[in-house]
């Protein structure tokens, strides 16, 4: 498998613009994270899906931030309009939920923000 | 959710084994201990995790103690690619959320 497929890699742009990044999971996990790193705050999440479906938003930041995932194999995270301060690091994760704790999470390899 | 304490940075000489606690004073009895590391400029990778039994993988191993309180990963023979944040986290059965705290930064001395 070719793990966790975030793109852009990197993507710069200008303060009040619109920024899509964009998750491919694993196939057959049925969970899907998203988190963004800084300096400053460390490794925060900001939402995860199971089966499609948003369970937690509670640390997406403002309404600027939206996530979808419209099937089991992508999932966007979308902001509007942009702002120096959401420069940071996005990280996707995936998971496959066996129920008991264990479930361990696969993360790809993040797409580096810089709002100009 | 219970919180962990991991000292900020700690040192180790490659080829030597390196020793990473982390107290968890207030674990639950449903509470998992899992650690991830985080090499640079990469997304986290899992390391390993357990219960209550000492666990180990190809990776490393956990040494959990009696009363669960705190638990240490060992690294069994550090080399320059072991160079990382590693994470003690807990996660509760039934939560599939990873919380992450500051971790400890291990840096490997050649």
């Known amino acids: 498998d070719a793990g966790v497929i975030q793109s852009p890699r990197h993507e710069v742009t200008e303060m009040g613009q619109e920024v899509t990044l964009r998750c491919k999971p694993i196939?057959?996990?049925?969970?899907l994270f998203w988190y963004r790193q800084t300096m400053m705050r460390g490794l925060e999440l900001l939402i995860y899906?199971?089966?499609?479906?948003?369970?937690?938003d509670s640390g997406m930041p403002e309404d600027r931030f939206s996530a979808k995932m419209p099937n089991a194999s992508f999932s966007t995270l979308k902001i509007q309009p942009s702002e120096p301060r959401d420069s940071a690091v996005y990280f996707c994760?995936?998971?496959?939920?066996?129920?008991?704790?264990?479930?361990?999470?696969?993360f790809g390899p993040g797409t580096r923000l810089l709002v100009l | 959710d219970a919180k962990t304490t991991q000292p900020n940075s700690m040192e180790s000489n490659e080829e030597e084994p390196v020793h990473l606690p982390c107290n968890h004073s207030?674990?639950?009895?449903?509470?998992?201990i899992h650690w991830y590391r985080q090499l640079p400029s990469q997304g986290p990778e899992y390391v390993i995790h357990?219960?209550?039994s000492n666990v180990n993988n190809r990776m490393a191993s956990l040494a959990i103690a009696e009363d669960r309180k705190s638990s240490t990963l060992i690294l069994h023979r550090a080399t320059l690619r072991d160079a990382a944040v590693y994470y003690c986290?807990?996660?509760?059965?039934?939560?599939?959320?990873?919380?992450f705290g500051t971790g400890t930064r291990l840096t490997i001395i050649p």
């Open positions: 899906f199971n089966n499609n479906v948003p369970i937690d």
């Open positions: 986290i807990l996660i509760r059965f039934g939560n599939e959320k990873l919380t």
């Open positions: 357990g219960l209550t």
């Open positions: 207030t674990i639950s009895g449903t509470d998992y």
């Open positions: 196939s057959g996990h049925d969970y």
């Open positions: 994760a995936s998971s496959y939920n066996r129920g008991q704790g264990e479930e361990t999470q696969y």
